[in-house]
């Protein structure tokens, strides 16, 4: 039967916005962000068991957003890892600026999809500058094309798609239209530590993983250029800035050189290194690199922006376009930038407001101050490590350092309390078959005297493990 719309509607269960609800949450965000330095950077056990009270069977009625509010306040936030003070230095995770936090606040409240022009012409605007100023700031090709994704997974899924497809189509093979049923055979050639993200990526996209070509690297993890095999227009060739435990960059002009003669597509993983370009100390690591084809890189570490912010770049917008893109008879492009052209994905978040306000909160010479500060920072953590004892396996090149206590058990043990001690974090990793502590010193927020306290926090956590 046909609703009658005569009559009376019924209340909205969500309510019209309250403004109290939003300084709530900011009274909530500041106390948070005022006191992130000082908290643990790990909770606390009892934290952890609180969070049992939002284990509970879905509720029957609204719920009243104050009190989800200070639910989430006072159980969900004591019970955070505080990834955005200065002491956590796990997995390669950036801080976030302050006045960026602001800007995406804002474009929360906007809720833009980024999709189409139609859709949110200032986001489509902002890609269009950011684009523009990454070409600049990392030196890479004119024309290069950049598209706004979630992390460096997803940027390396579309560079390496675009790869595949631009060489198949030279062959006269359309992956995207006949699938790979059939396809002419590509060759993968990448070192043999690659991060591990590059392998599922490959898996996804149908280039399997056990007949890959793995060459193999040096003592830093670096590729080594004379075991590089003959390559061909057939082959893909994966290329790193920043061994994800030791920080070190292959030899870009003579890999893409070599890659570049042969017609091979050259994809660079640059997650957190590909920023290193930003500096005038550091950019000679970064030397060559604009010779690849695409490149993946992530706002949020190195630069600090909020989380979800990868990048994939391609210097072949057509190629980067052809496999991403989708038709429909709803979907309206425009003469101005639609973003979903160069991502995955439709519908999506203003990935580029933070990102445009990150860049223009800093300009050329902030980013350059803040990549070489954390060099700098990575670099005394690492001298004064050793002066207590420790061991660094690892060239500090950029921001990565390995820290050893000598002994494998030793080392082991002295990471469970560096954990668990409340002062710092670091993650665990291992290194030419043997376990070390992995330190990323990622954030604006880390000071030296962050550095100091935690190298104290190393030393005590390896006493208490010898004593035991």
Same mark, same amino acid.
């Given at each position: 039967?046909?609703?009658?719309?005569?009559?009376?509607?019924?209340?909205?269960?969500?309510?019209?916005?309250?403004?109290?609800?939003?300084?709530?949450?900011?009274?909530?965000?500041?106390?948070?962000?005022?006191?992130?330095?000082?908290?643990?950077?790990?909770?606390?056990?009892?934290?952890? +068991?609180?969070?049992?009270?939002?284990?509970?069977?879905?509720?029957?009625?609204?719920?009243?957003?104050?009190?989800?509010?200070?639910?989430?306040?006072?159980?969900?936030?004591? +019970?955070?890892?505080?990834?955005?003070?200065?002491?956590?230095?796990?997995?390669?995770?950036?801080?976030?600026?302050?006045?960026?936090?602001?800007?995406?606040?804002?474009?929360?409240?906007?809720?833009?999809?980024?999709?189409?022009?139609?859709?949110?012409?200032?986001?489509?605007?902002?890609?269009?500058?950011?684009?523009?100023?990454?070409?600049?700031?990392?030196?890479?090709?004119?024309?290069?094309?950049?598209?706004?994704?979630?992390?460096?997974?997803?940027?390396?899924?579309?560079?390496?798609?675009?790869?595949?497809?631009?060489?198949?189509?030279?062959?006269?093979?359309?992956?995207?239209?006949?699938?790979?049923?059939?396809?002419?055979?590509?060759?993968?050639?990448?070192?043999?530590?690659?991060?591990?993200?590059?392998?599922?990526?490959?898996?996804?996209?149908?280039?399997?993983?056990?007949?890959?070509?793995?060459?193999?690297?040096?003592?830093?993890?670096?590729?080594?250029?004379?075991?590089?095999?003959?390559?061909?227009?057939?082959?893909?060739?994966?290329?790193?800035?920043?061994?994800?435990?030791?920080?070190?960059?292959?030899?870009?002009?003579?890999?893409?050189?070599?890659?570049?003669?042969?017609?091979?597509?050259?994809?660079?993983?640059?997650?957190?290194?590909?920023?290193?370009?930003?500096?005038?100390?550091?950019?000679?690591?970064?030397?060559?690199?604009?010779?690849?084809?695409?490149?993946?890189?992530?706002?949020?570490?190195?630069?600090?922006?909020?989380?979800?912010?990868?990048?994939?770049?391609?210097?072949?917008?057509?190629?980067?376009?052809?496999?991403?893109?989708?038709?429909?008879?709803?979907?309206?492009?425009?003469?101005?930038?639609?973003?979903?052209?160069?991502?995955?994905?439709?519908?999506?978040?203003?990935?580029?407001?933070?990102?445009?306000?990150?860049?223009?909160?800093?300009?050329?010479?902030?980013?350059?101050?803040?990549?070489?500060?954390?060099?700098?920072?990575?670099?005394?953590?690492?001298?004064?490590?050793?002066?207590?004892?420790?061991?660094?396996?690892?060239?500090?090149?950029?921001?990565?350092?390995?820290?050893?206590?000598?002994?494998?058990?030793?080392?082991?043990?002295?990471?469970?309390?560096?954990?668990?001690?409340?002062?710092?974090?670091?993650?665990?990793?291992?290194?030419?078959?043997?376990?070390?502590?992995?330190?990323?010193?990622?954030?604006?927020?880390?000071?030296?005297?962050?550095?100091?306290?935690?190298?104290?926090?190393?030393?005590?956590?390896?006493?208490?493990?010898?004593?035991?």
């Amino acid at each position: 039967m046909k609703e009658n719309h005569d009559t009376p509607e019924k209340p909205n269960p969500y309510g019209s916005h309250n403004r109290e609800w939003f300084e709530q949450a900011k009274d909530y965000a500041l106390d948070y962000m005022e006191s992130v330095r000082d908290r643990r950077v790990c909770p606390t056990d009892e934290a952890v +068991a609180a969070l049992s009270a939002f284990d509970e069977p879905l509720p029957d009625k609204p719920g009243d957003p104050g009190d989800i509010l200070k639910t989430l306040h006072e159980t969900g936030s004591p +019970a955070t890892v505080a990834q955005t003070g200065g002491r956590y230095f796990g997995f390669v995770n950036g801080g976030v600026i302050p006045g960026v936090l602001a800007a995406r606040w804002l474009s929360d409240a906007w809720d833009q999809n980024a999709a189409l022009y139609v859709m949110s012409p200032v986001t489509s605007v902002l890609e269009d500058v950011c684009e523009r100023w990454l070409i600049d700031l990392l030196g890479l090709p004119a024309g290069t094309a950049a598209g706004l994704v979630g992390g460096p997974s997803a940027a390396s899924l579309c560079g390496l798609a675009a790869g595949r497809n631009a060489l198949t189509d030279r062959m006269g093979y359309d992956v995207a239209r006949r699938g790979l049923y059939g396809a002419p055979e590509l060759r993968v050639v990448l070192g043999e530590d690659a991060h591990s993200t590059v392998y599922k990526t490959l898996s996804i996209l149908g280039l399997g993983s056990e007949r890959l070509v793995r060459v193999p690297t040096d003592s830093q993890g670096r590729m080594r250029p004379s075991a590089l095999p003959q390559l061909d227009d057939r082959t893909i060739l994966i290329l790193q800035a920043g061994n994800v435990n030791s920080g070190a960059f292959d030899d870009f002009t003579v890999l893409c050189s070599a890659a570049r003669e042969a017609g091979a597509w050259v994809h660079v993983d640059g997650a957190f290194g590909l920023w290193a370009a930003a500096s005038q100390d550091l950019r000679h690591l970064t030397a060559g690199m604009e010779l690849a084809d695409s490149w993946s890189v992530d706002a949020h570490k190195t630069l600090n922006a909020p989380y979800d912010n990868g990048i994939t770049l391609c210097r072949h917008p057509e190629a980067l376009t052809r496999a991403l893109h989708m038709t429909g008879a709803y979907i309206q492009y425009s003469e101005h930038r639609d973003g979903m052209l160069h991502t995955p994905d439709m519908s999506r978040r203003a990935r580029a407001v933070e990102l445009w306000a990150t860049l223009k909160a800093m300009g050329r010479e902030g980013v350059a101050q803040l990549v070489d500060g954390l060099h700098q920072k990575a670099a005394y953590f690492a001298q004064s490590l050793s002066e207590q004892g420790f061991c660094i396996p690892n060239d500090v090149c950029f921001n990565q350092v390995l820290v050893s206590a000598g002994d494998p058990a030793l080392t082991e043990k002295t990471l469970q309390g560096i954990q668990s001690s409340g002062v710092c974090w670091c993650g665990g990793s291992r290194w030419k078959g043997e376990p070390v502590i992995r330190i990323s010193v990622c954030s604006h927020q880390t000071t030296y005297g962050d550095v100091d306290r935690s190298v104290e926090a190393f030393a005590k956590a390896r006493d208490r493990a010898v004593a035991e």
